[in-house]
């Protein structure tokens, strides 16, 4: 008896593709997908977008019978000295987005802090923050999915471990990057999956390498991808892995790669999927 194929939904960063939803969407159904995550479009963060634009844009995605698998917000890409209430007051916005484009998913970060600021001496003000935005997730319906970026409070594993374990909530998940991971120094499957795994909700398909911090595709770094894609499918993941390819440039807000690049790092993916035995859908 053949074993049944195991699932994923495929999603990806519609703005590393372009600016324009429409070439967004088109992109991401020539490569099989039904879902997109939406952090930008028209050039204007989703945070910023007016209702007209939330509506027009869910009007673009339903006329695709596109879904959304996350807003890909910037809440937490702030210093941490920042009162509570600025990233809780954009998380509502966040939340009204979710709401309009029919997503239960905010992906979101830990705060950033000074160059001559000790990381441990933020610990508490960061777990306040974290706490605040917990409370209007599950006020709202909604989960947040914490990202481990470089540079901010939970970058490493431990961190990110403690961020969950104190603000205890169960709006709060993880949203896995293995390049992030490999920019701070961090073996991701070797010293964070374990760790991890318990809180994981949400895979970003991105790759980088040890030797000079540079983003590659899927599979071609030293993100242990496929070792990271056979250990979920082994413990049932039937997620999303959202295609975040950064190979054109990265900047504070996000990266960008194009279309063609766009697809190199699908092709890249779905080689690494094909390993390990996992579709999309």
């Known amino acids: 008896m053949s074993t049944p194929a195991v699932e994923w939904e495929l999603s990806g960063f519609g703005d590393e593709i372009d600016d324009d939803p429409k070439i967004q969407i088109a992109v991401m159904q020539a490569l099989g997908a039904n879902h997109i995550e939406v952090r930008s479009a028209w050039g204007t963060n989703i945070v910023d977008l007016d209702n007209a634009q939330l509506g027009e844009l869910k009007s673009l995605l339903d006329a695709a019978d596109m879904k959304v698998s996350a807003i890909a917000s910037p ?16 998380l509502r916005r966040a939340v009204n987005a979710a709401h309009v484009l029919g997503s239960r998913y905010i992906r979101i970060f830990s705060f950033y802090y000074g160059e001559d600021v000790a990381v441990e001496s933020i610990r508490d003000d960061v777990i306040e923050r974290m706490r605040a935005l ?15 970026e470089k540079d901010i409070f939970g970058d490493i594993p ?5 961020i969950i374990e104190s603000v205890d909530s169960p709006a709060l998940k993880l949203a896995w990057d293995a390049a992030n991971f490999v920019q701070v120094g961090v073996k ?3 010293e964070g999956y374990a760790k991890l795994r318990p ?3 949400y895979l970003q398909v991105k790759d980088a390498l040890f030797s000079n911090a540079t983003v590659v595709p ?3 770094g030293d993100g242990d991808v496929l070792r990271t894609v056979e250990a979920l499918k082994a413990d049932g993941y039937t997620g999303f892995a ?4 950064h190979l054109a440039g990265a900047h504070g807000l996000g990266g960008f790669s194009g279309p063609t690049a766009f697809g190199i790092a ?16």
């Open 75 to 90: 809440i937490g890409k702030v210093d941490v000295s920042l009162p509570v209430e600025h990233e809780v007051e954009r």
């Open 134 to 148: 917990a409370d209007v997730a599950e006020e709202s319906g909604v989960v947040l999915l914490h990202e481990n």
């Open 158 to 162: 431990e961190r990110i471990l403690d």
């Open 188 to 190: 991701p499957f070797d």
């Open 199 to 201: 809180h994981l909700e």
């Open 218 to 220: 899927a599979g071609e």
């Open 242 to 245: 959202s295609l975040e390819p």
């Open 266 to 281: 699908a092709r890249a993916f779905a080689k690494v999927l094909s390993e390990a035995g996992v579709e999309t859908k």
